[in-house]
């Protein structure tokens, strides 16, 4: 529950963040030209190594949430979230790699955003909170690179950890990425 600052490339034009609206799908209008490719490829997230190495985010963990969704819209359960650093990537970092391209076409990106996606992102993180180990750590940065170049073969083995890791089943299924997403309710 400790505000920090995240660094991150200007992918967006200045005073983006004045819109209200802090999800943004890959047709917002607020992303520069640059800004395409730097998401694309994930560039934004390389300057947070800085954040790494000043303690204030680690490799691995679940990832920082805005402070407006975390006091309006989590559940108790996603608070344990909380009880860790934030970390670059993480399992929905992976499975959720696409989150401007499932909000392209939304009206409400916030709105679907967390109907559609931060529910699944908080039950990854929190299967990854009780999970943690070095080895899981190693193998979600490998998976995460891996992501950048082959989406499906990452998600393949995703499926696999959390198979090892008993996650639900509608967990494992929705990770697998092959249907569309559907609102939680």
Do not use: C
């Amino acid at each position: 529950m400790k505000p920090f600052k995240m660094i991150k490339f200007r992918s967006m034009v200045l005073g983006a963040d004045k819109s209200g609206v802090n999800s943004t799908s890959s047709h917002d209008n607020r992303i520069t030209q640059v800004g395409k490719i730097i998401r694309k490829f994930k560039l934004d997230e390389l300057s947070q190594l800085l954040n790494v190495f000043t303690g204030s985010m680690s490799l691995v963990g679940p990832r920082p949430q805005v402070i407006d969704h975390v006091l309006n819209e989590y559940s108790d359960e996603e608070m344990n979230l909380l009880a860790v650093k934030p970390g670059i990537t993480d399992f929905a970092s992976i499975v959720f790699s696409d989150e401007g391209d499932i909000l392209k076409d939304s009206i409400n990106p916030d709105k679907d955003y967390n109907n559609l996606i931060r529910p699944w992102k908080s039950k990854l993180g929190i299967l990854y909170i009780e999970n943690q180990t070095i080895s899981l750590d190693f193998y979600l940065m490998v998976l995460t690179i891996v992501a950048i170049l082959n989406k499906r073969l990452s998600l393949k083995y995703v499926n696999k950890l959390l198979l090892k890791y008993e996650a639900d089943s509608e967990l494992v299924d929705v990770s697998k990425r092959d249907k569309k997403l559907v609102r939680v309710k």
